[in-house]
């Protein structure tokens, strides 16, 4: 049941994305500033530093799958990256989970990093065109700063839901 619980917050948080991603997009003269939310890849990484590699190793596939068919002309490309993402939080960054501050920076990183990926492997196939400084201004210092809003919203909420299941099930095992 447990597992029911974080698959349909991911659900959740995919739809918010892309909700958040229709409305908000803005132009300044012939440029397109693009923001872009990361809602379920933060999500993933919470659970895989709060629960465990398996459970976000799971999440990672399906939301990166549905994530794939839903936006992507190129599939495979946000399972791969959430999947790489999600192992290396788990290999170097499983330390910090006391450190809030430090794992702020780490999943705002790991979303850029995202972004960064997605740009490349898109420019590498042709499909957008690459210009750095544009990428820099126009989408990734805008992605990043809703990502910040929005995980400061969600960080308490997600973390506060994951101490209450795991309290459930702590008591019912008691």
């Known amino acids: 049941m447990r597992a ?10 995919f739809y918010i994305d892309t909700v958040i991603g229709l409305v908000i997009p803005m132009h300044i003269g012939d440029k397109d500033i693009i923001f872009v939310p990361h809602l379920t ?3 993933i990484l919470i659970v895989c530093v709060y629960r465990s590699f398996g459970v976000a190793m799971v999440l990672s596939v399906v939301l990166g799958l549905i994530t794939d068919l839903y936006f992507g002309s190129f599939y495979g490309l946000y399972l791969f ?14 330390t910090f989970y006391r450190d809030k501050t430090m794992l702020f920076i780490i999943i705002l990183i790991s979303t850029l990093i995202l972004e960064i990926y ?24 805008p992605t990043f700063i ?8 969600m960080f308490p909420v997600i973390t506060k839901f994951l101490e209450n299941v795991q309290m459930k099930i702590d008591s019912k095992n008691g």
């Open 41 to 43: 890849f933060m999500y």
């Open 146 to 153: 809703i990502n910040f809003i929005l995980l400061i919203i």
């Open 81 to 94: 990256g959430y999947i790489i993402l999600v192992v290396i939080m788990d290999y170097f960054f499983k």
């Open 118 to 141: 997605v740009a490349i492997i898109y420019a590498i196939l042709g499909l957008i065109q690459f210009e750095f400084f544009n990428f820099i201004i126009f989408r990734l210092v």
């Open 4 to 13: 029911l619980y974080y698959f349909l917050i991911g659900i959740v948080l």
